[in-house]
C-alpha cells in the first residue's frame, strides 16, 4: 500500500488576505496618484494670485463655464468634486484598512529608525494624513461650502477671500504647517505607490523613485505656499 504524501507547504501563509492586501494597496496608490494631479492643477490656479484680482476671478470663473454647452454651468467642477470625494474615500478606507492589518500582523511595536527623511516621513505618514484630512475639511469650509471669512469681509470674491484670509497671520502659519504634512506624505506616498506598482525593481528605480517624492514634495507644498507667504507680507493684496 503505497505510503499518502505530504502536501508542499504553502509559500503564502495566507494567500487570500495577501492578494485583499495588494489590492488595498493599488486602490490606495491610484487614487493618491489621482490627488496628486489634482494639486498640481489646483496649485497652478492659485499662482494666478500673482497675476492680480482679475486674472485670478478669471481663472475660477473659467473652471465654472469649462465645457459649456456640452456641461452645464460648474458641471466640470462637479465631476471634479466627485472623483475627488470618492478617490478620498477610497484612501482613508484602504488606508485605514492596511493599518488594522500591520497592527494584528504586529502586535508588538519595532523600533523606528531615529535618522532619515525617509524614516521620518514614514513615520508620520499616518498623523500627517489625519492633519491633512482636518485641514481639507477646513479648506473646503473656507473657500468652498459656505465660504466662511475669517476677516469677517465679504466672501462672494474669490481674490478677495483669498487675500482676507492669508492676511491673517494665523491662518497663514495654519496653511503652512498643512503644506508641511502635504509634503511629508507626498514624498513617502510616492515610494509607496511606486513600490506597489513594481517600479521600484533596480537601485536606479528606486533611486528614481525618491528622487521623484522629493521634487513632487518641494514643488506642490512649496508652490501652494507662495500665495499665503506672498499674501501676509503684502505683496499680494486687494
Do not use: C
Not at 489621482?34 to 490656479?45: A, C, D, E, P, S
Not at 465679504?154 to 504647517?177: E, Q
Not at 521623484?212 to 507662495?226: E, P, Y
Amino acid at each position: 500500500m503505497a505510503t499518502p504524501t505530504k502536501s508542499a507547504p504553502a509559500l503564502v501563509r495566507n494567500p487570500q488576505s495577501t492578494r485583499s492586501t495588494i489590492a488595498l494597496k493599488l486602490l490606495m496608490a491610484s487614487s493618491g496618484i489621482i490627488f496628486v494631479l489634482f494639486v498640481l492643477v489646483h496649485m497652478y490656479g492659485n499662482l494666478k494670485a500673482f497675476g492680480g484680482h482679475d486674472a485670478f476671478n478669471e481663472y475660477a470663473e473659467h473652471l465654472r463655464t469649462f465645457g459649456e454647452p456640452m456641461l452645464p454651468y460648474a458641471g466640470l467642477l462637479w465631476v471634479i468634486r466627485v472623483v475627488l470625494i470618492v478617490s478620498l474615500v477610497t484612501h482613508v478606507v484602504t488606508a485605514v484598512a492596511l493599518w488594522r492589518r500591520s497592527s494584528h500582523a504586529r502586535p508588538v511595536k519595532y523600533v523606528a529608525k531615529k535618522n532619515g527623511h525617509s524614516a521620518l516621513s514614514s513615520r508620520t505618514m499616518r498623523w500627517g494624513g489625519l492633519t491633512l484630512l482636518v485641514f481639507i475639511v477646513w479648506h473646503l469650509l473656507n473657500f468652498t461650502i459656505g465660504k466662511v471669512n475669517p476677516s469677517g469681509g465679504a466672501t462672494g470674491d474669490p481674490y478677495n477671500l483669498l487675500v482676507d484670509t492669508f492676511d491673517l497671520w494665523w491662518m497663514t502659519i495654519i496653511y503652512l504647517v498643512a503644506m508641511a504634512a502635504l509634503a511629508m506624505h507626498l514624498h513617502h506616498g510616492t515610494w509607496s505607490a511606486a513600490q506597489t506598482l513594481g517600479l521600484t525593481g533596480t537601485a536606479r528605480a528606486r533611486a528614481r523613485a525618491k528622487a521623484l517624492g522629493w521634487v513632487l514634495a518641494v514643488v506642490i507644498a512649496g508652490g501652494f505656499s507662495l500665495v499665503p507667504i506672498f499674501t501676509v507680507v503684502g505683496v499680494i493684496t486687494k
